[in-house]
């Protein structure tokens, strides 16, 4: 406001008040009053005047001094000091010294006026930014309130704009956050939800001009005074402001630290400037709702976890439940009525079809379905590479399928179906069967529905091995140890890989000893390990830890083997097959990368792998850990090496090595000889050389032996 500019009722005024003179309408009647009243006195005898007149003077310079300030005194005080010398007291000796008088104590009274004047626009001004500061707390208080029990984030953001406008008396607001893709931009709310108004706008990229895509890529605030200025850096907002006529614009980021989450925006219809308390009100706002916003998000991180760990036991206790069941068959038959009603109710699928591969590989054919319209008299055969599960028993892959499509539905019992997935049942390697769900609701399944049905195929898989073997002969040693066994192995690239199996004959009961190597791609799994006992409950052990161990491995390559195997340990306190029985596991994990090759390792209670350099030196790779399915609190450890061309590693089971009691230390010594011996020879013969050294010599053996060993080349 420009100084001397008029005030409201058109007197003039003085913007900026001077410390020393104040209410200058005054000055002049003071003036004329001085010089009246001395004037009467003009002309009299000065010894008749008794001292009345400089009095009079006196109290009235003091009297301005203190209603217009000291400048104003002093100069009302030489003003009537002039009179008083010249025309009262006719230069009497010492009156002048009565006008210094006057001077000084006008001066003196208008400098503690002053003082005071100064002490009480000081408290005022305390007592306004106290009111402010006041008014300012309990509103943010508010919105803390409203914050506290927001949500979700649309919530939040209407109790924040509420706020906003109401505190600012804005005409408009809007809260803009990044979404899941750092680059783009979503109106999370605004004062006005009219899509018709909005548009495009309601996600947009952060590299469109906008104030708000501005505030968020600089993290500064915007404040604009006028519609001319508004328009002429974002003329987007013509498009956007309806019937509204923006003039100001407030825009804030909406940051917590240094991470700016978006921008909280206000409009003015009218020419505003915001002062810069209500600047400082706007941003801690828009930091509550910043706060407000981090919590809801960490709140959904949190459910979403609980939500997926939750899912994850509930899906490892079915898995137990279907393994479980399927262990407990006799036969395929009995095998897919006990598992497929499991299956069915754990997917929520409508229905549910075991199909198995011919001998010749040509075709398809349903061995078991539940939920479906099929006419069992006359199933369709599905010729390999038709429809959904022909591709998958062509290619071994799953398959989704969120909306099934004439192409997909071979069998009439798909022909009201929306919804698939499928996986490919292997035994010994090879593609055997498909087992697939279905759904009369489109986008019912997802990945992880494929990674649970290919759990069960996997269990189902080692299952019907064991039925088919079943059939053809009894339920003795040889029959078990051939189903939970692998039948055949698979090429490890860039690895030979030989393997080793003698059971023990003393006595006619089935052993615990088993071995495993599975994989796919850059990361592959070798498995050993032996169950507690002997007998038909050690064998279903033996092959429920195997299947289980492979499931629980397949879930995530890049999980800690410690992790897996506390799994393992978690999965067989539960199983009722246990009992007082524990048993030991070895897992090595190769990851290939490039032309490297690393192993890593972890001991449960089993003997560590004995790593076999090109040049003939050994090392162990593996620290000691806990016994498995005895204790829920167990101690494990990962270890790692590096093998080079011409490196192997060798997995054994403690059958290999105990010779006899009296010479408990024997059967490591020759072990260790027979694998330096053979270092410079393929897999095939290092196995060759280990059985002919340790396991030959001592003819029937009193316990199983099981050695794997996987060299680089």
Avoid at 128 to 137: C, F, G, I, K, M
Avoid at 456 to 483: I, Y
Avoid at 649 to 674: K, M, N, Q
Wanted: charged fraction near 25%; aromatic fraction near 4%.
């Amino acid at each position: 406001m420009d100084r001397g500019g008029p005030s409201e009722d058109g007197t003039p005024r003085i913007a900026r008040v001077s410390r020393w003179a104040w209410n200058v309408r005054l000055i002049p009647g003071f003036l004329l009053a001085q010089v009246a009243l001395l004037l009467l006195f003009a002309g009299k005898e000065p010894g008749s005047l008794q001292g009345v007149p400089g009095s009079i003077g006196v109290l009235i310079a003091v009297t301005t001094a203190l209603l217009c300030g000291p400048l104003a005194g002093a100069l009302v005080a030489l003003v009537g000091g002039f009179v008083f010398v010249s025309l009262v007291t006719d230069f009497a000796p010492g009156s002048p010294y009565s006008v210094i008088l006057w001077v000084v104590a006008a001066s003196g009274a208008g400098v503690i006026a002053a003082r005071l004047r100064q002490s009480d626009r000081e408290r005022a001004t305390a007592t306004a930014r106290e009111r402010l500061a006041a008014n300012q707390l309990h509103r943010l208080q508010a919105v803390t309130g409203s914050l506290s029990s927001a949500m979700s984030p649309e919530e939040v953001a209407t109790a924040v704009i509420s706020a906003a406008v109401a505190a600012l008396r804005a005409d408009a607001g809007g809260l803009t956050v990044r979404t899941d893709d750092p680059a783009t931009l979503k109106v999370l709310a605004s004062s006005t939800d009219d899509p018709s108004i909005l548009g495009d706008w309601r996600e947009y990229s952060i590299d469109r001009p906008s104030p708000a895509s501005e505030i968020v890529r600089s993290g500064k605030p915007i404040f604009i005074e006028s519609r001319r200025e508004l328009l002429g850096r974002f003329p987007m907002v013509k498009r956007i402001e309806g019937d509204q006529r923006f003039g100001a614009f407030a825009g804030v980021p909406v940051r917590l630290g240094d991470d700016t989450m978006g921008a909280l925006a206000l409009g003015f219809t009218r020419d505003h400037m915001v002062p810069p308390e209500e600047r400082g009100l706007l941003t801690a706002v828009a930091h509550q709702a910043a706060i407000a916003l981090q919590r809801i998000r960490f709140e959904e991180d949190e459910r979403r976890a609980r939500a997926t760990a939750e899912q994850a036991q509930d899906r490892l206790r079915k898995l137990q439940a279907v393994t479980d069941a399927a262990n407990a068959a006799i036969g395929l038959e009995d095998m897919l009525r006990s598992v497929l009603p499991l299956v069915t109710e754990a997917m929520r699928a409508d229905g549910m079809s075991f199909l198995l591969l011919s001998d010749d590989g040509t075709t398809l054919t349903v061995q078991a379905a539940l939920g479906l319209e099929e006419d069992r008299s006359e199933p369709t055969p599905i010729p390999v590479e038709a429809g959904a599960s022909g591709r998958i028993a062509a290619t071994g892959r799953p398959l989704v399928i969120a909306d099934l499509t004439p192409e997909d539905v071979i069998s009439q019992a798909l022909r009201r179906r929306r919804s698939y997935v499928g996986v490919p049942i292997r035994v010994a390697g090879r593609v055997a069967g498909v087992l697939h769900a279905s759904s009369a609701r489109p986008s019912a399944f997802d990945h992880g529905d494929a990674d649970f049905l290919q759990s069960v195929a996997d269990s189902l898989a080692g299952t019907l091995d064991r039925a088919r073997l079943f059939d053809q002969r009894d339920r003795m040693a040889t029959a078990l140890e051939r189903a939970l066994l692998p039948m055949s192995l698979p090429r490890v690239p860039g690895f030979e890989v030989a393997t080793m199996y003698r059971p023990s004959h003393f006595g006619d009961e089935v052993g615990g000893d088993f071995y495993d190597v599975f994989g796919e791609g850059d990361v592959w799994y070798v498995a050993i390990g032996d169950v507690c006992g002997k007998g038909p409950d050690a064998a279903a052990i033996m092959g429920m830890t195997r299947i289980a161990l492979r499931s629980i491995a397949r879930e995530d390559d890049r999980r800690p083997l410690t992790e897996v195997l506390r799994q393992l340990n978690g999965f067989l306190l539960e199983s009722e097959l246990m009992g007082d029985r524990f048993c030991t596991v070895c897992i090595a994990r190769i990851d290939l990368t490039g032309d490297a090759a690393t192993i890593t390792t972890c001991l449960g209670g089993h003997p560590p792998p004995i790593l076999v350099r090109g040049d003939g030196q050994l090392a162990q790779v593996g620290q000691p850990g806990s016994l498995l399915g005895l204790f829920e609190e167990i101690t494990l450890h990962e270890s790692t090496a590096v093998l080079r061309v011409g490196d192997g590693v060798a997995l054994y089971t403690d059958g290999i090595t105990e010779l006899s009691v009296e010479r408990p230390d024997e059967g490591d010594r020759l072990l260790r000889i027979a694998l330096r011996t053979a270092c410079d020879e393929d897999a095939a013969e290092i196995v060759k050389t280990v059985e002919r050294t340790l396991v030959e010599p001592r003819g029937e053996l009193r316990d199983d032996a099981a050695l794997v060993v996987a060299k680089r080349v």
